[in-house]
């Protein structure tokens, strides 16, 4: 199996627009993968013209695992905006506020890897000595964020099944899920979404979307699911889904 990057991304708001909201902005609570394909982008430096930068994330090149770090805490902030020919920004007038809905101080825990070598270790070098060609940021422009190495990890790919359920540290999506199998004594506060973007093309078209499960508190979920990796970190063993 090829080796994983593992990296925390935090910041003091975030933003991932919901595809269906209209007169406010609702935000989901966790990057999108792809999302997270920009991010990388702007760290290693691809090209955004015409977002040229997609090409490298095609369809099953790229797998991603999401980890939540941090109890979700969602804020709305009333945001005076005015229409501009480059979408909403903010006006320096008085105007009607536009209610945005903001993650408060998330933290993520990202699991990487990449068909490409090269784009594997752009990244792993700009991770390692904590540099960006371009700052990353939480969904968006303003939004900055930070980041921060955890490690690099040889992993084992387990296909489980029905025959055994597992705590899984990572969002889980549908098509790797099978049932849940919770512990009565552990409050679980599982999220589910539904139409999550997967994949996207050059047009920014969403080409695959798939439902994800996920715990609010980040604690980890105990499920039947198809298969999941496994990882040591800081010998303590980490059961995660990359899709």
């Known amino acids: 199996m090829p080796k994983i990057l593992a990296f925390d991304i935090c910041g003091r708001y975030a933003h991932f627009k919901k595809i269906f909201a209209t ?19 702007a760290v290693v430096g691809l090209d955004k013209f015409d977002n040229q930068y997609l090409k490298e994330f095609e369809t099953g090149v790229c ?6 770090r941090k109890p979700i805490v969602m804020q709305r902030i009333s ?25 408060y101080q998330p933290k993520y825990r990202i699991y990487f890897t990449h068909e490409n070598d090269d784009i594997y270790q752009q990244l792993k070098t700009h991770l390692q000595n904590h540099t960006s060609v371009y700052t990353p940021t939480l969904g968006l422009a303003n939004l900055l964020s930070d980041f921060e190495f955890k490690g690099e990890y040889d992993t084992q790919f387990i296909e489980s099944g029905k025959s055994k359920s597992i705590e899984i540290n990572s969002v889980i999506p549908r098509h790797k899920f099978i049932n849940f199998d919770l512990d009565d004594s ?11 973007a997967v994949e996207m093309n050059t047009l920014r078209e969403v080409t695959m979307r798939d439902d ?31 899709f």
Do not use: C, W
């Not at 797998?63 to 939540?68: D, M, S």
């Open 79 to 103: 945001t005076n905006l005015h229409p501009h020919d480059k979408g909403l920004i903010k006006a320096s007038q008085n105007r009607k506020p536009t209610t945005l809905e903001y993650v």
């Open 23 to 41: 007169t406010s902005a609702l935000s989901y609570a966790i990057p999108s993968k792809t999302a997270l394909y920009g991010y990388v982008g």
């Open 63 to 68: 797998q991603i695992g999401i980890q939540v």
């Open 186 to 196: 552990i409050y679980n506060e599982i999220i589910e979404y539904s139409q999550y």
């Open 212 to 242: 994800v499960f996920f715990d609010r508190k980040g604690q980890s979920i105990r499920a039947f699911v198809e298969s999941y990796h496994t990882l040591q970190i800081n010998q303590t063993e980490h059961h995660v889904i990359l």
